[in-house]
């Protein structure tokens, strides 16, 4: 997805406009925030294919699904 403009409250990508949740206290580059876009495209990708993900949430490392999922189902 390649960016072509930034405001504080919307981007625009080659095919559609994305409005940010709340608007940007001040704005940012094309280009950074073309960055932001591919490492959120990388995310989604590694998302999608893997089995299980591990999200790190400060010093907590949380697992989904979890590790212990299939120990604490009953049938």
């Known amino acids: ?17 994305v409005y940010f949740f709340e608007p940007l206290e001040k704005e940012i580059s094309v280009e950074d925030m073309q960055k932001i876009v591919e490492a959120n495209e990388k995310l989604v990708k590694k998302v999608k294919g ?26």
């Open 1 to 17: 997805m390649k960016v072509v403009f930034v405001c504080t409250e919307y981007f625009e990508t080659e095919d559609e406009k």
């Open 50 to 75: 893997a089995d299980r993900i591990c999200f790190e949430i400060g010093a907590h490392v949380v697992y989904y699904p979890s590790r212990y999922e299939k120990e604490t189902k009953h049938d």
